[in-house]
């Protein structure tokens, strides 16, 4: 579904067409949860996908159209995140690793604890949450560069900048990880 279709169907759900509300959630929710996979916690993604959808249905009704809906709702998500974030921060977490393994095992990896996919994913989570974000939306869900700023509200090059140095940050950790590896 393209960004015009989405933002049609969200201008219908803000005037209570349910159908039309189904239709911005089925074509949104793939890129939402996986944002929010990534700028979160994988355990919680699916309730933090929730919350993002129960905030932008409420806003719904001001949304006034001037970027599309899709980048919209995930700049909503970007913020769901943020706060998810800072709320865990205030609390103690018992062991990261636990969720690591749950995770690459839900995903079916079979050494969740050495697979090179689930070191990836430790790396890009403990990269700076303004690169992070800026990975996540270009590499990961697929964005182009001027839609990511949109997401996060900035320019072009600071997204660009921020990616480059993602990259170069994931580079240097995964050769500390796997000399041999390599993110081209």
Do not use: N
Not at 71 to 87: E, F, N, P, Y
Not at 129 to 141: D, K, N, S, Y
């Amino acid at each position: 579904m393209d960004d015009d279709e989405i933002t049609r169907h969200a201008f219908a759900a803000a005037r209570g067409d349910r159908v039309a509300a189904e239709r911005f959630v089925s074509g949104t929710q793939r890129q939402l949860h996986r944002l929010l996979t990534y700028l979160s916690d994988p355990g919680v993604a699916e309730d933090l996908t929730q919350e993002t959808y129960l905030r932008a249905f409420a806003a719904l009704p001001s949304f006034a159209g001037r970027s599309p809906a899709r980048m919209w709702l995930l700049s909503i998500g970007k913020r769901v995140a943020a706060d998810h974030l800072r709320t865990a921060r205030r609390r103690p977490r018992t062991s990261q690793v636990e969720d690591w393994v749950a995770a690459a095992e839900q995903g079916g990896a079979r050494t969740p604890d050495h697979g090179r996919l689930v070191v990836l994913r430790k790396l890009v989570a403990d990269l700076e949450p303004e690169r992070r974000e800026a990975f996540v939306l270009t590499q990961v869900i697929g964005l182009s560069y001027a839609e990511a700023a949109q997401v996060c509200e900035c320019a072009i090059g600071t997204i660009r900048s921020r990616v480059f140095r993602a990259r170069e940050d994931l580079t240097a950790a995964m050769s500390v990880h796997d000399p041999a590896a390599s993110l081209g």
